[in-house]
Every structure is written in structure tokens, then in C-alpha cells.
């Protein structure tokens, strides 16, 4: 754990700073032994994302809608979509009323993707979160919430000095 010594910070401070590399530190590992899993079952994060907000919108979602809550740009998850749909893991249809805009299903090989990778990720968590008591895992979940909305509702304005 990062030591800080005579830095003239506070004791929150400190432990602020402390945290914030810890958070990095954890999240770096986390998506190494996630990818691990992922490689182990044949899939690439972005593609895994992709089909788990589709699994959750069974009515399907527009390409613009699924862009946004990946956020990341239409040529990225065009490429993305070409890939999953070459292996047959979703579909592109048109939507009715609006022949322009293309509906987002996913397809059942792609759930089924998603099912062989829940195990493997489910056993992998389980490890990893062994003896942890309950309590702290429900405070940690609290505590990240909160720091993920507060970075996500105005990024800049947690850099600007008052």
C-alpha cells in the first residue's frame, strides 16, 4: 500500500490519496483476470458488453442507444456488431415504423456465449471475494456507486478548482 510521509497532507487526505490508488490498482488486475476469463471463453470485452446490454433489452436496441451506454462512437461499435454478427451472436433489423434505424437483437448463440462466460466469471469472483464479509461488500458497492456517479454526472467539474 502507497506510504505517504511528511507530505504535509491530512490524515483524509492521505487516505483519499491512498484509496484512489488502490481503486487503480485493483481495477488493473480485475480486468487482467476478467480478460483471462473472457480469452478462456472465446470473447473480447468490448463484444461481452455489447451482449450484455442486449441480453437486458429483450425488445432490442438501436445502434444509437447501444453506442451510448457503451459509450463509444458508431464506426467502433459498427465493427463490433459486424464481428458478433458474423458469429451469429446478433442481428440487425429493421426497425418498423422506421426503415432507416436498425434494431439490435441479440440472437440464442449469443446468450449462450454469455452463459459459458457467466460461469467461468461467477467462479472467478468467487475466489476473488472469498471471505469478504457481507457488510464490506455491501459499503465498498456504496462507496463506488457514489464515486462513479459523481465522475460520470460532470468529469470536469471534479478537476475545477472553486
Given at each position: 500500500m502507497l506510504q505517504l510521509l511528511s507530505t504535509g497532507f491530512s490524515s483524509?487526505?492521505?487516505?483519499?490519496?491512498?484509496?484512489?490508488?488502490?481503486v487503480t490498482l485493483t481495477s488493473r488486475r480485475f480486468q487482467t483476470a476478467a480478460a483471462e476469463v473472457r480469452r478462456?471463453?472465446?470473447q473480447e470485452s468490448a463484444r461481452t458488453s455489447l451482449l450484455y446490454f442486449l441480453e437486458q433489452s429483450p425488445k432490442g436496441l438501436t445502434q444509437t442507444e447501444l453506442a451510448g451506454r457503451l459509450e463509444i462512437s458508431g464506426p467502433s461499435l459498427t465493427r463490433q456488431l459486424d464481428k458478433l454478427e458474423s458469429l451469429?451472436?446478433?442481428?440487425?433489423?429493421?426497425?418498423?415504423g422506421d426503415g432507416r434505424v436498425r434494431l439490435?437483437?441479440?440472437?440464442?448463440?449469443?446468450?449462450?456465449?454469455l452463459q459459458a462466460?457467466?460461469?467461468?466469471?461467477s467462479?472467478?469472483?468467487?475466489?476473488?471475494?472469498?471471505?469478504?464479509?457481507?457488510?464490506?461488500?455491501?459499503t465498498t458497492l456504496?462507496?463506488?456507486?457514489?464515486?462513479?456517479?459523481?465522475?460520470?454526472?460532470d468529469p470536469v467539474a471534479v478537476v475545477k478548482r472553486s
Open positions: 483524509r487526505q492521505i487516505l483519499q490519496l491512498q484509496i484512489a490508488f488502490a478462456a471463453c472465446g451469429g451472436f446478433v442481428s440487425r433489423r429493421r426497425m418498423i439490435i437483437m441479440i440472437e440464442p448463440a449469443g446468450r449462450e456465449a462466460l457467466d460461469v467461468l466469471a467462479e472467478m469472483r468467487d475466489r476473488i471475494f472469498a471471505d469478504i464479509p457481507l457488510a464490506d461488500l455491501e456504496r462507496v463506488l456507486d457514489t464515486l462513479a456517479a459523481r465522475l460520470a454526472a
